[in-house]
């Protein structure tokens, strides 16, 4: 696929958290062709059932990641689960971008070099800082993704999308590579913001795919209300 095809669009992540309810790959395909519908260019899976189950669904580029673990490096973390996302049929293959050390000892451009001998399809990098996001890119990587922005000690969290790390990468990448906004996205304003502030795609995944949180937030309205100026301002 070409990447330049998702330029100003809206990139749906479809996931569920261990012990969830809606956690089976079934009812995450399900939800990942309600997107498509709704107008979603590309749909972002986890986990290798999940992947294999969305593509199949889809008719949309499916980006894959397979998380192992919560702490450090855990989004596909290593050349082994790369590789093994992109053999479940991803056409993305999205990697931690970030400059940490790795639970398998390779450096990301070991990692990326390794995934390029076997799989030619783009990348993605979810990256969580200035220096990360320009590392990826001198790799070539297709899409640097702002994914681990304040989730990492590299910069600190903010409430909705971190604008300002995307004006510092707005216009920097090289020919041919996008600015993907991701995280804490959970507005149609806070991404029209994202776009602003330089992001070629805008991914959304909790506020369009996990009722859970979105129910918190709206029982959360409900039971604390203080007037429409404070609706959907906390939502982080």
Request: net charge negative.
């Amino acid at each position: 696929m070409n990447p330049a095809d998702l330029t100003n669009t809206l990139i749906v992540s479809c996931q569920a958290y261990p012990g969830e309810p809606m956690r089976d790959p079934r009812t995450m395909a399900q939800i990942a062709a309600a997107v498509e519908r709704g107008g979603a260019s590309a749909v972002r899976a986890q986990g290798l059932e999940d992947i294999r189950q969305v593509k199949a669904a889809v008719s949309v580029p499916v980006i894959g990641i397979w998380k192992d673990g919560e702490q450090g490096v855990f989004i596909t973390p290593t050349l082994e689960h790369a590789l093994a996302v992109a053999e479940a049929g991803a056409d993305i293959v999205a990697i931690d971008g970030t400059l940490r050390e790795r639970p398998d000892g390779r450096t990301l451009t070991q990692t990326v070099a390794g995934l390029r001998e076997r799989f030619d399809g783009p990348l993605m990098a979810d990256c969580d800082s200035v220096e990360s996001a320009q590392a990826a890119a001198e790799l070539g990587i297709e899409l640097i993704g702002t994914t681990l922005a304040g989730y990492t000690d590299a910069r600190r969290k903010t409430d909705g999308p971190d604008l300002a790390l995307l004006r510092e990468l707005a216009g920097s990448l090289g020919e041919g590579q996008l600015l993907v906004a991701e995280g804490r996205v959970h507005t149609p304003q806070q991404a029209a913001e994202a776009r602003d502030a330089g992001a070629d795609a805008v991914v959304v995944g909790t506020a369009i795919t996990h009722p859970t949180t979105i129910t918190t937030w709206f029982a959360e309205a409900a039971r604390n209300h203080k007037g429409v100026d404070n609706v959907m301002t906390n939502y982080t």
